[in-house]
């Protein structure tokens, strides 16, 4: 069993960056693989960014490649992401999730079985 908090979300400009974090307990987050997904009003959960236990993959949704990085420190049992040049389409609550070894499916939500409760991020145009 694994508690996830996130934290680090607020409101910012767009063309600001904001780095939010998500802090396990309960068990240590390594060989857990580490997501975020986003859920804007009224939308659907969508996938950001992930990465894999050992740090040696990541993925990306292609809305965020090449702006966002994710990335973790397993000694402090953190994961991070770094959000630049954000945009109004990015304003959501972000949520941190957790699955054992490797996801079925890195992108889709259902492959994670343990989530925090969401950070919220709002970009004003």
């Known amino acids: 069993q694994v508690q996830l908090v996130e934290s680090g979300g607020g409101l910012v400009q767009a063309g600001d960056s904001l780095r939010v974090s998500c802090a396990a307990s309960g068990r240590s987050m390594s060989l857990y693989a580490m997501g975020w997904f986003r859920q804007a009003p009224g939308k659907g959960r969508l996938f950001v960014a992930a990465i894999h236990w050992s740090g040696s993959n990541t993925y990306y949704a292609d809305s965020v490649k090449g702006r966002f990085t994710i990335s973790r420190d397993n000694a402090k049992n953190t994961v991070y992401l770094q959000m630049n040049s954000l945009e109004p389409e990015d304003t959501a609550v972000y949520y941190c999730?957790?699955?054992?070894?490797?996801?079925?499916?890195?992108?889709?939500?259902?492959?994670?079985?343990?989530w925090g409760q969401g950070t919220q991020v709002t970009v004003s145009s």
């Open positions: 999730a957790a699955e054992w070894g490797v996801p079925t499916n890195w992108y889709n939500p259902l492959s994670y079985h343990y």
